[in-house]
Structure formats: C-alpha cells, structure tokens
C-alpha cells in the first residue's frame, strides 16, 4: 500500500493542528501494543524505514505561514533522521504492563516537535513476562483513528519471518523544500484554486437550492431550515461539562486497560438487535453512572462526543475524515438492553444529521479568523464535553513486527477537552478498551476503571437468560 500524497492539509487536519493553542487540545494519537518477543532490532529499523517510504507523509513536516488563510504545506523533511522516530528502552526484565502505561502517559502528554515529522515510536525490551511493548504516537492532523489502522498494515508484518523480508525497499522521497518566494506563490495558487472550488461548490449549491425551490418550495424550505439547525447543533458552544463530579481540567493523564471477548460482545449487542458500538457505549455509560453513584453524584444525562467516520475509501491511511458529533446520552435507564436500544437511536440520529458534509467548509470558516479566535471557537464547542467514545474496527488478523508477535493493542485517544476517552480497538477476536482519563477529573482512576469493568459485566450478562435476536 503507498500513500496517496497531496501537499495542502484540509480545512479539517489543519484546524486539528492550529487549535494546540490551548494546551487542553493537543490531539495525539498514542497506541500501545504488547509483544510476545523483543523485536530484533534491525529488522524493526528496516521495516519502518520501509514504512516511511510507503507513507511519505511519515516523512513530512509542517511548514505554515501564521499570517497566511491557506493551510499549511507537507513537505519531506531533508534532516529526516529515523534514529529520531525509533527509540528503544530497556524493561530490566521486571516491567509490568502498569509500568509501560506509566512510561506511555507522559509521552501522549508531550507536544511534538514542529520541525520534524509528527510520529514516533518507543519500544520497551525486557517485560516481565519475556516479551516487549511498544508505543506508537502520531498527531491526529496525520489521521484519524481508522486511517491509523490502515497505516499499522503497512507497518507492521504478516508472519512472524515473512519470505520477503529482504526484498528491496522502495526509494525514500526526494525533499523539495521551497524558498520564500515559492511558498508565496504557491500559497497563493492554492488559495486561488480554493477559492474557484468554494465558488463552483456554492454557485452548484445554489443552483440546486433554486430548482428545488421551484419545484417544491414548501419542501425546499423545511430542508435549507433543517440543515441550518442541524449545522447550528454542531457547532453551539458547550463550555461547561454537564457532570458536576469530573468538571476540572489539567494536562495530566491516566491511562488503563479493560479486555473484553469481541465475540461475547457482539452476542450481547444482538440480544438488543444492535452493533458492537451499542454494547461498547452501552457499558461505557453504565460504567460512568456506578462511578458517579459511588461518589453521589448526579446521574441524569452527560455529554458526550464521538467522532462519525465519513471515510469512503476504508484503505485510505492519510487525513482525518470523520465528525466529532456531540450529543446528551442518559444515565438513567436501568434495563442493559433498552440502554443498548437507547444508544442505537441516539447514534443513528446523529448520523442522519443533515450537516455532516458540511464540516469540512465550516473548518474552512474557522480556519480564516485568526488563530486565537479558532482556537476559542473550538474550543467552546469542546471544552463542555464530559467524556468521549470511539470505536475503531481493528486488524481481524495477527500481526507481527520483527519477529514478535502483537498480542494486545491498545489506542488511546486525545482528551482534547473532555474528562474521559474510551477508545474500543478491536484485534483478532478481543476488544482492547483504552481508557484515557484527566487526574484532575478522576483522581481516582482506579474506581472508574472498577465501574467501567462492571459496565461491560452487565451488558455481557444479558446473553445468560435472553435469547440472542439476529441484527439484520
């Protein structure tokens, strides 16, 4: 698989990278993936050499204007140093899972720096039970977390000692670093031709609004009146989080793990005629309403956010094409089954949403003011949001790096704003749950991660005494 390469990041990733102004939204992507083995360490060094050249944009960095309204450029870093990217680090042959979480939270709390390519990966040798762990970081302006996925393919073998293993790598991008006068003019090109896009887009759009208009204008109306609305839900600012329990904000972060059969977890979202994401929101809520309780805290309804993929081509691995979607989600109801059903409703409302395709235009609108003003801007749409859950379809297959087997994989998602992420990574036959809290939230992460295990009993309990209806 080779990347398919455009040197301007969208209206979308671009906002992604100029909202870091605010520390709380920094937007990394931290995976961490438990080994059976150490992987031998040239092998690695050559496969992700050869990764790099499949995916050039692992060889780019960002180069921007702060005064320009275009996005900033990909280019190839011509100081691209892979010694960098790839760093190892010794276990002692006494470190615990606990320990490479540890090691791993402080790493997805760090910016990246700006001069080079926006990725790197930590491998820790000598765990306690012989194998290793790896930690893998990519800004989210890169991807998004099912591109992520695409990328690991690439990145990763098929066989534990593959017969291609020294087949010959593919050439390195060639860097082309523009002068200032050619950044000029293709900033300015591109502006151009941005421009040209909007205009044929929005003289299409109205075009189509009039012949509707005539054709129907009852009808016409009652639709330009619903994606109106629906554009406003979208982005109405929301800066307080609902929950009175996890309202405080910091930059520090607690990272842990739940494993949950994916094939018991699909079982239990079919007793409710529903998905996989059902049973795994399900028992998220479920988990954060025995967290409350145990603090006595409210339990009605919360915020919460998830991002709705818009990714047509599912084997693309560059940009990020989904939409961080927001919506109050009750705690309230006691039954697993009709939470699931409640959860099913509530989602595919929010994929019906008629702006959806409009996100990308409106991060174009953002992306004009200046930066402090986006930044406040998005941050008022973030900044309210009480937890967030992503679901990620992972590699159904076993993958393996330099020798070692991946047994467990884990992705833990930003904050960016909320007290708690939960990112569900499916692999093989296991859901690998992450849970990426704010300590200034949860200063008791050990309890919410109690809750959230009790969570995912109660939605798994419902297969003992219901039958199994079939999803069609």
């Known amino acids: 698989m080779t990347e398919s390469i455009t040197h301007r990041m969208s209206d979308t990733d671009a906002l992604m990278w100029t909202i870091e102004r605010d520390p709380l939204l920094r937007s990394t992507i931290t995976a961490v993936i438990r080994l059976d083995a150490t992987p031998d360490r040239a092998r690695l060094r050559r496969l992700i050499e050869g990764g790099t050249r499949q995916l050039p944009r692992m060889r780019h960095r960002v180069r921007g204007n702060p005064y320009s309204l275009v996005p900033p450029r990909w280019e190839v870093d011509p100081n ?23 090691y791993a939270q402080p790493i997805a709390m760090q910016s990246f720096d700006r001069a080079r390519p926006q990725w790197e990966i930590h491998v ?21 977390g099912v591109g992520a996925v695409a990328m690991a393919m690439v990145l990763f073998d098929l066989e534990r000692d593959p017969a291609d293993g020294d087949a010959p790598l593919p050439p390195a991008p060639e860097p082309d670093v523009m002068n200032p006068v050619e950044r000029l003019v293709d900033g300015v090109r591109h502006g151009i031709d941005r421009e040209r896009e909007t205009g044929q887009l929005v003289a299409g759009g109205v075009t189509a609004a009039l012949a509707a208009f005539l054709r129907d204008p009852g009808t016409a109306l009652r639709q330009g ?23 405080e904000r910091s930059l520090k972060m607690h990272f842990d793990t739940i494993s949950v059969p994916l094939a018991a977890a699909k079982a239990a979202a079919r007793v409710a005629e529903g998905r996989l994401n059902d049973a795994f ?24 956010a998830m991002p709705i993929n818009l990714r047509h081509d599912e084997g693309s691995v560059g940009g990020n094409h989904f939409v961080p979607a927001r919506f109050d989600i ?15 409703e509530l989602v595919a409302r929010q994929r019906a949403e008629p702006a959806l395709d409009l996100v990308d235009p409106m ?17 008022s749409v973030l900044r309210g949001v009480d937890f967030v859950t992503s679901n990620v ?21 930003p904050l960016s704003g909320a007290a708690v992420n939960v990112t569900l990574l499916s692999y093989v036959d296991t859901c690998h749950v992450a849970v990426n809290s704010d300590r200034a939230a949860v200063p008791d992460p050990d309890r919410l991660i109690a809750c959230l295990r009790e969570g995912w009993d109660e939605i798994l309990a419902v297969t003992d005494d219901r039958p199994v209806a079939i999803a069609t």
Not at 288 to 302: K, Q, V
């Open 393 to 413: 379809p992972g590699a159904p297959i076993e993958l393996f790096s330099a020798g070692a087997k991946v047994t467990d994989m884990y992705a833990f998602a």
């Open 281 to 304: 929101v399900a028992a998220t809520t479920l988990g954060l309403r025995r967290y409350h309780e145990a603090h006595g805290a409210s339990t009605g309804t919360l915020r919460m």
């Open 80 to 102: 691209f140093d892979l010694d960098f990217h790839l760093r190892w680090v010794s276990g002692g042959g006494a470190a615990t899972m606990r320990d490479v979480l540890d």
């Open 225 to 247: 009146g619903a994606v109106a609305a629906s554009a406003g839900r979208l982005i109405a600012p929301a800066t307080r989080p609902k929950s009175t329990l996890m309202a």
């Open 363 to 379: 991060a174009g609108v953002l992306n004009r003011l200046p930066r402090s003003v986006t930044t406040e801007v998005f941050g």
């Open 330 to 344: 009750p705690l309230v109801i006691d039954d697993p089954v009709e939470r699931m059903r409640s959860v099913h």
């Open 124 to 144: 820790i040798d000598g765990l306690d039970d012989g194998g290793a762990a790896m930690i893998a970081k990519i800004h989210h302006a890169i991807t998004d």
